[in-house]
T-cell receptor
Framework: EAQVTQNPRYLITVTGKKLTVTCSQN?????MSWYRQDPGLGLRQIYY???????DKGDVPEGYKVSRKEKRNFPLILESPSPNQTSLYFC????????????FGPGTRLTVT | QKEVEQDPGPLSVPEGAIVSLNCTYS??????FMWYRQYSRKGPELLMY????GNKEDGRFTAQVDKSSKYISLFIRDSQPSDSATYLC??????????????FGQGTILTVHP
């Protein structure tokens, strides 16, 4: 089954404790992206990647890191999480030629206390 | 001012009604206009996309883009309870250095009651 998977689905952590949210897709897509979704603010893009070793900032990259060492994986790293990073996070992927047609993962609910 | 504005609703309509969802935007460089649907506790899924201005129809759904007014719409005919979801508009420049950048509206919560 073609899909985007994220792990963990739920995470509660404390301020300053480094964490990684993994994202993997099995559709051989070049493009991958991370978003956060907050009430009243909608989906905001954090980082995106057009291919392996190519990443670019979205609208809200502060406090996040990404890497794209393999085509299928695009982990999101929070080196020192803060409470304002409490949010619902989505990973998405698409073929490069149709970056607007994105397939989303199921989401990761992160709470930072 | 946000680049993309969308009324968050919520919108509640009876089954069979025609639903109109709208977004306005300020960036004239946007070329691709998408509508995503998000069911509760799920990731968004692409419903329709339109390139540049014009209309596009897919079953009960019609997407309209008016670039001169910087205004896009999604119409749902004969709405069904299964259409109850959050609808998000999204926009993309379609080329250049911002090719991979998508900008979303806040989303409109729609409930269709039997």
């Amino acid at each position: 089954e073609a899909q985007v998977t994220q792990n963990p689905r739920y995470l509660i952590t404390v301020t300053g404790k480094k964490l990684t949210v993994t994202c993997s897709q099995n559709m051989n897509h070049e493009y991958m992206s991370w978003y956060r979704q907050d009430p009243g603010l909608g989906l905001r893009q954090i980082y995106y990647s057009m291919n392996v070793e190519v990443t670019d900032k979205g609208d809200v990259p502060e406090g996040y890191k990404v890497s794209r060492k393999e085509k299928r994986n695009f982990p999101l790293i929070l080196e020192s999480p803060s409470p304002n990073q409490t949010s619902l996070y989505f990973c998405a992927s698409s073929p490069l030629t149709v970056a607007y047609e994105q397939y989303f993962g199921p989401g990761t609910r992160l709470t930072v206390t | 001012q946000k680049e993309v504005e969308q009324d968050p609703g919520p919108l509640s309509v009876p089954e069979g009604a025609i639903v109109s969802l709208n977004c306005t935007y300020s960036n004239s460089a946007f070329q691709y206009f998408m509508w995503y649907r998000q069911y509760s506790r799920k990731g968004p899924e692409l419903l329709m996309y339109t390139y540049s201005s014009g209309n596009k129809e897919d079953g009960r759904f019609t997407a309209q883009v008016d670039k001169s007014s910087k205004y896009i719409s999604l119409f749902i005919r004969d709405s069904q309870p299964s259409d109850s979801a959050t609808y998000l508009c999204a926009m993309n420049q379609g080329g250049g250095t911002s090719y991979g950048k998508l900008t979303f509206g806040q989303g409109t919560i729609l409930t269709v009651h039997p």
